[in-house]
């Protein structure tokens, strides 16, 4: 088992940033690639950012690129988000990801964290 714990949500004015944290623990050995995604009210869970666990891959959807950028701290077993130039369309509740194979449908997930960018 792997087990994912996210922080770092808030409240943030249109144009400022935040940077979210994903701390993995457990079995971490079994991870291949660990990834962000959001789900706004009233609408499905989408691919935001992930990387490989050797953090040699990273991918990220169209909507953020440029703004965010998804990083690793092999230390800490810690994948971070930082998200700048934040738009009020980036609103929504924010799960981290971990899959042994799949980089668009983990098998584990964290809790959640809301981020919430107002206009």
């Known amino acids: 088992q792997v087990q994912l714990v996210e922080s770092g949500g808030g409240l943030v004015q249109a144009g400022g940033s935040l940077r979210l944290s994903c701390a993995a623990s457990?079995?971490?050995?079994?991870?291949?690639?660990m990834g962000w995604f959001r789900q706004a009210p009233g609408k499905e869970r989408e691919f935001v950012a992930g990387m490989t666990w050797s953090g040699t891959t990273t991918r990220y959807a169209d909507s953020v690129k440029g703004r965010f950028t998804i990083s690793r701290e092999n230390a800490k077993n810690t994948v971070y988000l930082q998200m700048n130039s934040l738009k009020p369309e980036d609103t929504a509740v924010y799960y981290c990801?971990?899959?042994?194979?799949?980089?668009?449908?983990?098998?584990?997930w964290g809790q959640g964290t809301q981020v919430t960018v107002s206009s």
């Open positions: 457990g079995r971490t050995f079994s991870i291949y690639t």
């Open positions: 990801g971990a899959d042994k194979i799949s980089w668009y449908r983990p098998n584990y």
